[in-house]
């Protein structure tokens, strides 16, 4: 479902590592929020967490068979103080999921609601499940004498 990106990994560790030995990075990083991915009939649904994070600074594309939710957390510094300890991540956040044919990326719909975002995707018209309902001749021949 998501697609390989070498480079977050070495990010997190990179993270990890600088939280671990106490270096806050004075650089904006970017880093990859945690993410559930769950399906039923009507498609996918993505739910992510995003404390700090307004709409409006969120940036959703879908295109492709791609599906990329990108934003920004700005570091707050204020003049006077002294941080001791950073472990809340800032920076670029970025998630790019690779999504199957059979979902509609045209119909996504995304909410906000207290720092969790939650995308759904639904199945395409073409992949929607259908009841099939089978006639014998017999029934198209009554419907045939039925009608004239």
């Known amino acids: 479902m998501m697609r390989f990106d070498p480079f977050r990994e070495i990010?997190?560790?990179?993270?990890?590592l600088d939280?671990?030995?106490g270096q806050a990075s004075a650089a904006p990083t970017r880093f990859a929020p945690p993410v559930?991915?769950?399906?039923?009939?009507?498609?996918?649904?993505?739910?992510?967490?995003?404390?700090?994070?307004?709409?409006?600074?969120?940036?959703?594309?879908a295109e492709n068979q791609t599906l990329t939710v990108q934003a920004t957390r700005a570091y707050e510094r204020k003049e006077g103080r002294t941080a001791h300890r950073v472990e809340r991540a800032h920076g670029t956040l970025a998630r790019t999921f690779s999504v199957p044919p059979?979902?509609?990326?045209?119909?996504?719909?995304?909410?906000?609601?207290?720092?969790?975002?939650?995308?759904?995707?639904?199945?395409?018209?073409?992949?929607q499940k259908r009841t099939v309902t089978v006639r014998t001749?017999?029934?198209?021949?009554?419907?045939?004498?039925?009608?004239?």
């Open 11 to 16: 990010e997190e560790l990179t993270q990890r």
């Open 102 to 127: 059979k979902y509609d990326l045209t119909k996504v719909e995304a909410e906000l609601n207290h720092g969790t975002l939650t995308l759904r995707v639904p199945r395409s018209e073409a992949a």
């Open 36 to 61: 559930d991915v769950h399906e039923d009939e009507q498609g996918l649904e993505l739910t992510l967490d995003l404390p700090g994070v307004t709409p409006e600074a969120l940036q959703i594309e």
């Open 137 to 148: 001749g017999k029934v198209l021949e009554q419907d045939t004498s039925a009608s004239a």
């Open 19 to 21: 939280r671990t030995f």
